[in-house]
């Protein structure tokens, strides 16, 4: 009986202590990414095909959510808002939802499950077949040549996917808002103009998916560099990929909320 | 695919996003309105600001001039001090009146101003003496109440 307990808190114990490992090597591992960086930013082709990977195939998903997000919050919106006749702040509404929260927040999320887990699944499968230490025989770095790049080009892809994103859901938003439904024209955008500030909800906006879109590659690449070089190891790296990256962009997201609005 | 065609694409797709942060910055944000621009500040103490929050416009006649920038407590007047940023190319003369307003019956509260006829005009850091503060509904229907009240006991006393 006892022996059983303590092999249970034995075996807990082993897991946290696998988890900090873990995290450490993470840890070890972006450090070296920022430092093996110098080779990639020397040769921008490699961070522009990483790029078309990243943000070009993203766009169409993102662009089509975004639309379609920005018409069901219209709708709804409008429902509640013209039992109070204020239906004229709907682009408010709108367009302080997507820019703050939604189009960082789920414009992650998508480029989670759509490039992260690419991203995941190509570099375990080159480890898996051995590409990565084919590199390292030919004196070539593999966080230079493979990782590096990958981790800028999620960098830079994320802000500007999440700003396609606000941006169409607020297009959505007037195609059903003002087209459909007839919500004042000029109501909607002066309404929204003034109460949409550029620094406190745009660029708070925009910075939240650049910790975002740091978030997702780094868990993606770690992920796929230390998945174990099986088939079922790599398949499970990219499930881990998207459950943590999208775990972490939800948390991260509540974390810099509180720090950003605090309500004046 | 080509070299070419990939560098177009990805072309294609950073322009899309810059694109849309300057639609964000300028269509749906006040960048236009109330960015850059001269500005110089002024204070103003209130009895009550009622729900005056900092970033809240100020007006005069209507038109933005301002934006609300730091709301304090004033420990030695037990006031609220407000500080106003004005656009530079506005001026008002020295006994212009401050107040604060509400757009509407449950708008948003901001300050106006009401130019006065003074020949002088305020220079930046300096205090608008004449205030008006925000109407605090309860004093309103209380006043209204004991007026009432006053009115009503002479006629029954008779």
Redo the contacts between chains.
């Keep these: 009986m006892l022996h059983r307990l303590s092999s249970s808190v034995s075996a807990l114990g082993a897991q946290v202590i696998d988890m900090v490992l873990r995290l450490g090597y993470a840890t070890r591992f972006m450090l070296l990414t920022l430092r093996q960086s110098t080779t990639c930013l020397m040769r921008p082709s490699l961070i522009v095909r990483e790029l078309y990977y990243t943000g070009t195939l993203s766009m169409v998903i993102i662009l089509v959510s975004g639309l379609f997000v920005g018409m069901v919050l219209a709708l709804q919106g409008y429902q509640t808002l013209v039992t109070y006749g204020s239906e004229s702040v709907l682009g408010v509404l709108v367009a302080l939802s997507l820019v703050r929260e939604l189009g960082p927040v789920i414009a992650a999320l998508l480029f989670a499950s759509r490039a992260g887990s690419a991203m995941t699944a190509e570099i375990g499968l080159m480890k898996a077949t051995e590409q990565l230490a084919a590199m390292e025989m030919m004196a070539v770095d593999p966080i230079a040549r493979v990782v590096a790049p990958r981790f800028w080009a999620g960098l830079l892809s994320m802000p500007l996917l999440a700003a396609l994103f606000s941006a169409m859901g607020i297009f959505g938003g007037y195609i059903v808002g003002v087209v459909l439904i007839g919500v004042d024209e000029g109501s909607f955008w002066s309404q929204m103009q003034s109460a949409v500030d550029v620094r406190e909800d745009i660029l708070n906006g925009v910075i939240k998916s650049v910790v975002f879109g740091i978030a997702i590659t780094w868990i993606a690449l770690f992920e796929g560099y230390d998945a174990p070089p099986t088939a079922e190891g790599v398949s499970g790296a990219t499930t881990r990929t998207v459950v943590t990256s999208s775990l972490a962009v939800l948390g991260l997201d509540f974390i810099l909320t509180s720090f950003m609005f605090r309500g004046v | 695919m080509q070299r070419s065609m ?2 177009l ?2 072309g ?3 322009i ?3 694109a ?2 300057v ?3 300028f ?7 109330t ?1 850059a621009g001269e500005t110089y500040s002024l204070q103003a103490n209130f009895d009550n600001i009622g729900g005056l ?3 809240a ?1 100020v007006k005069s006649a209507g038109v933005v001039v301002g934006r609300v920038t730091r709301i304090e407590f004033n420990n030695d007047r037990f006031t609220a001090k407000v500080t106003l940023t004005i656009n530079k190319a506005v001026q008002f003369p020295k006994d212009s009146t401050a107040a604060i307003l509400t757009s509407g019956l449950l708008g948003e509260q901001y300050v106006g101003i009401d130019g006065g006829g003074d020949g002088e005009m305020f220079k930046a850091g300096d205090n608008i003496r004449l205030t008006q503060s925000a109407v605090v509904l309860e004093k309103l229907i209380s006043q209204f109440m004991f007026d009432k009240a006053a009115q009503g006991q002479p006629n029954t006393q008779k």
């Design positions: 990939l560098d694409w990805v294609l797709f950073v899309a996003g810059l849309a942060l639609v964000l910055a269509k749906v944000g006040n960048m236009s309105s960015g929050k900092p970033r416009p």
